[in-house]
């Protein structure tokens, strides 16, 4: 992989000049990352047309997607990259049931292999890997896969838009977080949400074991166009959380 985005990176340098580098500006360093995600695409179809070829046989293989609910409804992934497959198995799920199933298939399959799975920080792997730094799915979102389950479930099962989402979890999460904490929390999913809708439109079509999928195609047939800032229904919150009182004071004094 290295040597094919280092060929393509000279091919930038010869045509403008430049070389973009993981150190430099963001969109340098996005730019390189989207080389190598849309590159993995590239050569799985690769594969997937010329194995049956080099083992004597005619035809081609089907490429299976590995993105899941999360990943899709927070825009995690890059536009014709390696989410994008002919069918994936996993791409209507969320990753907080994927771990639960993964536990089960643990035990009631007896593979103690997939205990590595659990336990390994879920990674993009698209960043150079140093002694001090490895690339974090949760900390490039800025927010946790189990959060993303949440809100994805509120979304779709529930209706909720950007206010009544952070009416419900005001309710839910007071006892542990400010209004003003979870106002913010709210405020920068659908930020992130409506922004990245776009992606959802050439989605890789998924099996949908569950109501809760962003899946554009078929199956969620919101409008790809928000303004990512939602001006009414953000100051509607954010006057709300002011008035609020913080309910998370009392439960942080218990604790202490």
Not at 60 to 72: F, I, P, R, Y
Request: a neutral charge; one cysteine or more.
């Amino acid at each position: 992989m290295d040597s094919i985005v280092t060929s393509i990176r000279s091919l930038f340098t010869l045509v403008t000049g430049k070389t973009p580098s993981f150190d430099g500006k963001p969109a340098e360093n996005l730019a390189l990352q989207n080389i190598q995600a849309r590159l993995r695409m590239l050569l799985a179809y690769l594969f997937a047309q010329m194995l049956p070829w080099c083992r004597g046989k005619e035809g081609g293989l089907l490429v299976l997607g590995s993105a899941n609910v999360d990943e899709s409804l927070r825009g995690y992934l890059t536009k014709y990259d390696c989410s994008s497959a002919d069918v994936n198995p996993i791409g209507a799920i969320s990753k907080t049931d994927l771990k639960r199933f993964i536990a089960y298939a643990e035990g009631a399959f007896n593979l103690p292999i997939l205990a590595e799975f659990l336990d390994a920080v879920p990674t993009a792997e698209l960043q150079p890997i140093t002694e001090t730094y490895v690339q974090s799915d949760e900390a490039d979102m800025g927010m946790s896969y189990d959060d993303l389950s949440v809100y994805g479930r509120l979304r779709k099962n529930e209706k909720l838009g950007p206010y009544g989402m952070f009416t419900r979890l005001a309710s839910e999460w007071g006892n542990r977080l400010s209004p003003l904490e979870i106002a913010e929390k709210v405020k920068k999913f659908f930020f992130e949400y409506a922004r990245n809708r776009h992606k959802m439109t050439t989605l890789t079509p998924s099996y949908h074991a569950e109501a809760y999928s962003p899946d554009d195609n078929r199956f969620d047939l919101r409008p790809f166009l928000y303004p990512s800032r939602f001006p009414w229904q953000f100051r509607k919150i954010d006057a709300l959380a002011a008035i609020m009182p913080d309910k998370s004071l009392r439960m942080k004094a218990k604790t202490e």
